[in-house]
C-alpha cells in the first residue's frame, strides 16, 4: 500500500489571481522544513490540497516527516494516508477498486481496533462523477467494518475514531485522523518586517502572530553591553529566535548593545527616560529595517498592560519613527498570550530568570508622554542622534537561524562591511 502525506491549507484558497504564488511559497516552505530534517520529499499540488508521496524506502522516515511540516504556518490540518489509485474502468467514470479500498479499510480498523470504544466513517467525495453520495458510502463501509472486524459500537456524534476516505479523481486517501496545523499564510508570501524581541514573554508571541500572516521576520534584541560570538550563542534571547524560526523558517537577529545611549543619557530626566529608550530603539529598528530591507517594525506592546504602553505612550513611540510599528497583541489579555506563547514552545524560555532593558532604564515611568515635547527633550540631551545609532548598529552582533538551527554568527567586523 502506498503512503502518503496529504495537507490542506484554508484561507489561501480564498485568493483571486494570486493563489499560485501562495500555494508556491507553501510548497517551498514545506520543501525546507523536510529537507532540514534531512528528508528530500517533494511536496506536489493538486486540485484543492498538497500532497506528499512517501518513498517507499523511507516509510520508517514518516513521523520525521510529520514533525516537521507541524510548524509551517498556511497548514490548515495534514495527515498521514494510505492510497488506492483510481482504476481506470473507462474514460468517462474512472473507479476506486472497491475490493481493494475494503480490504485497506479492513487492516486500518484492525489496526486501530479498542475494546468498547466507538466507531464513525466519514467520506468526503470530491470526485463528484463518483456514483455514490458521501452519506450511501459512509453507510456501505461502516458496515464493512461492523461485520468483518471486532468493532461494534457506532458513534455519529462523539466517535473515539473516525476513519475517513477522501475520493479525488485520481485516488483515494484513507487515514484515521487529522492533525491541526496552524493556519494562515506562508511565510514569506506578505513581506519582511523587523521585531523588537525582548526576553519576556509577549514579544515571541507577536512575532509568531506576524509569521503565521505570512511576514519573513528578523529580530533585534538591546543588551546591556556588546557580547562576544560564543556569548552571543548561549543568550537567552538566542534561545527565543532559534525556537521561533522553527516557524519563521530563515530569520537573523541582531544584538545591539545600548550602551552608547546609556552614556549619552542616562540619568538626564528620569521620568522621561523610558520613553526616550524607547524612541531610541524603535529609531535604531528603523535605521536597520532600512538596511536590511524591512517594511514595518512589530512589537509585543499590549494596550494598557505597563505604563510605557498607555495609549498616550503607544502614540509617542510611533511617531518617532516613519516605518508603521505593527502590534499583533494590542487587544489581547495577559492570559491569551500565555496561552500563546506554552503552545509555540517560547513560554518556558521566557520565564527564565532576566532583566528586562526597559525596566533598568526606569522604575517609575511616566503614563503619559507627547511626541513633541519628547522631541525638544532628545534635542537637548543627544548631541548627535544620528552618529548614536550608527554606534549602536556599529557593535551589533549578527546569528542567523534557518528552521531551528543556527547556521551563521557574524561579529562586528563582519557586520560593519554588511551595512558598508
Request: net charge negative; aromatic share 8%.
Amino acid at each position: 500500500m502506498e503512503q502518503s502525506i496529504i495537507i490542506h491549507y484554508g484561507e489561501i484558497g480564498l485568493k483571486g489571481k494570486n493563489q499560485a504564488d501562495f500555494r508556491r511559497q507553501l510548497r517551498e516552505n514545506i520543501r525546507r522544513r523536510l529537507r532540514t530534517d534531512g528528508l528530500g520529499w517533494k511536496p506536489q499540488q493538486t486540485r484543492g490540497y498538497l500532497y506528499i508521496d512517501v518513498p517507499p524506502d523511507q516509510t520508517n522516515q514518516m513521523d520525521t516527516a510529520l514533525n516537521a511540516i507541524t510548524d509551517v504556518a498556511g497548514i490548515v490540518w495534514y495527515a498521514p494516508a494510505s492510497y488506492i489509485p483510481t482504476a481506470s474502468v473507462n474514460q468517462e467514470k474512472p473507479l476506486p477498486d472497491f475490493p481493494q479500498l475494503e480490504e485497506e479499510l479492513i487492516r486500518l480498523a484492525n489496526k486501530h481496533y479498542a475494546p468498547d470504544r466507538a466507531f464513525c466513517v466519514r467520506v468526503n467525495r470530491g470526485y463528484k462523477q463518483f456514483p455514490m453520495t458521501s452519506p450511501a458510502l459512509e453507510r456501505h463501509f461502516g458496515t464493512v467494518i461492523n461485520k468483518k472486524t471486532e468493532w461494534e459500537h457506532v458513534d455519529l456524534e462523539e466517535p473515539d475514531i473516525t476513519f475517513r476516505l477522501d475520493i479525488t479523481s485520481d485516488r483515494t486517501y484513507l487515514f484515521t485522523g487529522k492533525r491541526r496545523g496552524i493556519g494562515g499564510l506562508p511565510v514569506g508570501s506578505t513581506g519582511r518586517v523587523l521585531s523588537l524581541l525582548s526576553g519576556g514573554i509577549d514579544s515571541p508571541v507577536a512575532a509568531y502572530l506576524m509569521a503565521k500572516r505570512g511576514c519573513s521576520l528578523d529580530f533585534i534584541h538591546f543588551t546591556a553591553t556588546a557580547m562576544q560570538q560564543q556569548e552571543a550563542t548561549e543568550y537567552k534571547v538566542s534561545a527565543l529566535a532559534k525556537e521561533l524560526s522553527k516557524i519563521t523558517m530563515r530569520s537573523r537577529l541582531y544584538l545591539v548593545p545600548y550602551t552608547h545611549f546609556e552614556f549619552d543619557v542616562m540619568g538626564e530626566n528620569q521620568e522621561y527616560e523610558l520613553m526616550v529608550f524607547r524612541r531610541f530603539m524603535a529609531n535604531t529598528a528603523e535605521r536597520l529595517a532600512e538596511d536590511i530591507g524591512s517594511q514595518a517594525l512589530v512589537t509585543g506592546d499590549n494596550l494598557g498592560q505597563v505604563a510605557s504602553q498607555t495609549l498616550e505612550n503607544i502614540v509617542s513611540n510611533s511617531r518617532a519613527v516613519h516605518l508603521p510599528i505593527l502590534r499583533p497583541l494590542l487587544t489581547y489579555d495577559k492570559q491569551q498570550i500565555v496561552n500563546l506563547a506554552r503552545e509555540i514552545g517560547t513560554y518556558e524560555t521566557s520565564i527564565e530568570p532576566y532583566k528586562d532593558c526597559c525596566s533598568l532604564i526606569s522604575e517609575h515611568p511616566k503614563t503619559t508622554s507627547y511626541h513633541q515635547e519628547l522631541n525638544w527633550l532628545e534635542d537637548d540631551i543627544i548631541s548627535d542622534y544620528d552618529q548614536l545609532i550608527n554606534d549602536t548598529l556599529n557593535d551589533a552582533i549578527c546569528l542567523v537561524y534557518d528552521c531551528g538551527e543556527l547556521v551563521e554568527t557574524r561579529d562586528k567586523e563582519v557586520w560593519v562591511k554588511t551595512r558598508s
